[in-house]
């Protein structure tokens, strides 16, 4: 089974609205993306977790974007793992499965220090998981840009690795790898069960630019892909219009059913 949705719920006071609004079109998913900050309250959190649930929609969290586990400075490490854990906490009263983030930048440290220093940073957040009981799964994401942490080799052996999960995006594949790579992406992810995000995306040697709406035929790939592997996937569309690119996804995987 693969569920769709859009990154972006709105704003607290039109959020039950907007999933009703995802339930009639047939939509099962939305990432609530906390990019900027932490903008729903435990209280909010637990109606809009009501309501996720009657419209049997499966809630997840992007965590805001300033984060860097690999920072110079341990201030700024501390920063980031409190943004992740209040995400989590959050995400617990929503019933939220998981958190996705964007692990850090290499910077001046070469890409094997990098992933020992975010490794353990990880393995400390998750302790803070546990001590909470809070059924939430951390989700570091594949990212984009070169010169960041998140190769679709260092997401698979950090999930090994700390026992984290993972968010596949394969926009973000495309803009690194210059293709979508599924055989190496089959190989790296055993897992029975993906998270993933999907949209357009421009780029350039560097990796990439900017999202941008998802063509069809795009769609087609991605999801002849998921097809064949019978993975159980989530696909959460990052682009300028999440709502309508997922309900395109869901028809173009119905007339491949």
Same mark, same amino acid.
Request: charged fraction near 35%; glycine fraction near 8%.
């Given at each position: 089974?693969?569920?769709?949705?859009?990154?972006?719920?709105?704003?607290?006071? #039109?959020?039950? !609205?907007?999933?009703?609004?995802?339930?009639? +079109?047939?939509? =099962?998913? %939305? $990432? &609530? *993306?906390?990019?900027? /900050?932490?903008?729903?309250?435990?209280?909010?959190?637990?109606?809009?977790?009501?309501?996720?649930?009657?419209?049997?929609?499966?809630?997840?969290?992007?965590?805001?974007?300033?984060?860097?586990?690999?920072? #110079?400075?341990? !201030?700024?490490?501390?920063?980031?793992?409190? +943004?992740?854990? =209040?995400? %989590? $906490? &959050? *995400?617990?009263?929503? /019933?939220?499965?998981?958190?996705?983030?964007?692990?850090?930048?290499?910077?001046?440290?070469?890409?094997?220090?990098?992933?020992?220093?975010?490794?353990?940073?990880?393995?400390?957040?998750?302790?803070?998981? #546990?001590?909470?009981?809070?059924?939430?799964?951390?989700?570091?994401?594949?990212?984009?840009?070169?010169?960041?942490?998140?190769?679709?080799?260092?997401?698979?052996?950090?999930?090994?690795?700390?026992?984290?999960?993972?968010?596949?995006?394969?926009?973000?594949?495309?803009?690194?790898?210059?293709?979508?790579?599924?055989?190496?992406?089959?190989?790296?992810?055993?897992?029975?069960?993906?998270?993933?995000?999907?949209?357009?995306?421009?780029?350039?040697?560097?990796?990439?630019?900017?999202?941008?709406?998802?063509?069809?035929?795009?769609?087609?790939?991605?999801?002849?892909?998921?097809?064949?592997?019978?993975?159980?996937?989530?696909?959460?569309?990052?682009?300028?219009?999440?709502?309508?690119?997922?309900?395109?996804?869901?028809?173009?995987?119905?007339?491949?059913?």
């Amino acid at each position: 089974m693969i569920r769709f949705g859009p990154a972006g719920l709105g704003g607290v006071n #039109e959020a039950i !609205k907007n999933l009703k609004d995802f339930s009639d +079109r047939g939509l =099962n998913a %939305c $990432e &609530i *993306a906390f990019t900027y /900050g932490i903008y729903i309250t435990d209280k909010d959190a637990l109606e809009i977790g009501k309501a996720a649930k009657k419209f049997k929609i499966e809630l997840s969290i992007h965590a805001p974007y300033w984060i860097n586990l690999n920072s #110079e400075e341990k !201030k700024k490490i501390e920063e980031s793992k409190k +943004r992740i854990v =209040n995400s %989590c $906490e &959050i *995400a617990s009263y929503l /019933g939220a499965k998981r958190v996705v983030f964007h692990s850090g930048f290499y910077g001046k440290k070469s890409k094997e220090e990098s992933f020992e220093n975010i490794k353990n940073e990880v393995k400390e957040i998750m302790k803070v998981i #546990e001590g909470n009981n809070w059924d939430v799964e951390l989700c570091p994401e594949v990212m984009g840009k070169k010169n960041v942490f998140g190769s679709i080799e260092e997401i698979s052996e950090l999930s090994k690795q700390s026992g984290c999960g993972f968010c596949i995006d394969f926009a973000h594949i495309l803009a690194r790898y210059d293709d979508y790579s599924f055989e190496l992406v089959e190989k790296y992810f055993p897992q029975k069960k993906w998270h993933c995000h999907f949209s357009g995306i421009e780029y350039s040697e560097k990796g990439e630019k900017r999202h941008k709406k998802t063509e069809e035929k795009e769609w087609e790939k991605v999801l002849k892909f998921l097809k064949k592997t019978g993975k159980e996937a989530i696909i959460i569309n990052e682009s300028p219009e999440p709502v309508e690119d997922s309900v395109m996804g869901l028809k173009v995987y119905k007339k491949l059913l």
